[in-house]
């Protein structure tokens, strides 16, 4: 079970906008570096984009220049603003946080459905 809440999902038609959150609030963020991953039906999960501790960003080929990842470390959150949605981005989207000792907490996950 995710140790921390993911909030923004829900159902968006093709080429809306969602913005998912990562409310890390119980762990000092600044020491963690952050992926978003995904796992639609019958496929294997994803990582979709990622933030190090340095503030240094990847993202998958399939998503690039439609989502941003970004972060506040005073605020403890990591955010992945996902723009132009296709029916494919449907998934369960998850946050991942890993400390320099590989230590990984996952969050909760959150539903996203693209409409057609």
């Known amino acids: 079970q995710g140790q921390f809440a993911e909030p923004g999902g829900g159902l968006v038609q093709a080429g809306g906008s969602l913005r998912l959150s990562c409310d890390t609030s119980r762990k000092t963020l600044r020491n963690y570096d952050v992926g978003w991953y995904r796992q639609a039906p019958g496929k294997e999960r994803e990582l979709v984009a990622s933030v190090n501790m340095a503030g240094s960003t990847n993202y998958s080929t399939s998503v690039t220049g439609r989502f941003t990842i970004f972060r506040d470390n005073d605020k403890n959150t990591v955010w992945l603003q996902m723009n132009n949605l296709k029916p494919e981005d449907t998934a369960v989207y998850h946050c991942?946080?890993?400390?320099?000792?590989?230590?990984?907490?996952w969050g909760q996950g959150t539903q996203v459905t693209v409409s057609s």
């Open positions: 991942k946080m890993t400390n320099k000792y590989k230590i990984e907490y």
